[in-house]
């Protein structure tokens, strides 16, 4: 029974988020992604509306599974970062440590070599000068929690990473 009120809540949590419009968390991932772009030239992003509630629906996907892998329907051609694990933490512990986390990846960019690297992925995508819309959705079920960034237009491609990711 307890198992089935949960999931009834998760239900009516998210379609309570994809209704509202945009949550205090989205508002908190936009500011940090927005200051931590600022520091290498990179326009402001904006909160997108449709881009919010593909990323809500992501991390709902990515929290019933258990797992991020990439994978999810929803994103619609958007760039994605992806955060995930168990545990319990607030939509705005989330929407603060991911945006931390992915730019945290900075350190290892190797600016003298632009280009891909599994390791930097997600700080390339969050500075990707060209990205100009922003979708940010968190979800929690049995104990994992997900959350999504997704960007329009997507960044991280080959050839274009010294024209979008720029030294601070």
């Not at 949550?23 to 936009?30: D, F, H, R």
């Not at 629906?57 to 599974?65: E, F, G, I, N, V």
């Not at 705005?92 to 190797?110: G, L, N, R």
């Amino acid at each position: 029974m307890e198992l089935k009120l949960q999931g009834v809540l998760l239900v009516v949590f998210i379609s309570l988020q994809l209704c509202s419009g945009q949550q205090p968390y989205q508002t908190k991932s936009l500011n940090l992604h927005n200051q931590y772009r600022a520091r290498h030239r990179s326009p402001p992003l904006a909160m997108d509306t449709t881009l919010n509630n593909n990323a809500v629906r992501c991390a709902q996907y990515y929290a019933q599974k258990r797992a991020i892998d990439h994978q999810c329907p929803y994103k619609s051609g958007a760039g994605e970062n992806l955060i995930g694990g168990t545990g319990s933490w607030t939509a705005d512990q989330f929407a603060e440590s991911s945006a931390k986390m992915w730019y945290d990846e900075v350190q290892k960019y190797d600016y003298n070599r632009p280009g891909f690297s599994m390791a930097t992925g997600h700080f390339t995508q969050l500075v990707w000068k060209n990205s100009q819309k922003l979708g940010f959705g968190y979800a929690q079920s049995n104990g994992y929690t997900a959350g999504v960034a997704l960007y329009s237009p997507p960044g991280n491609y080959e050839g274009q990473y010294p024209a979008n990711v720029q030294r601070p």
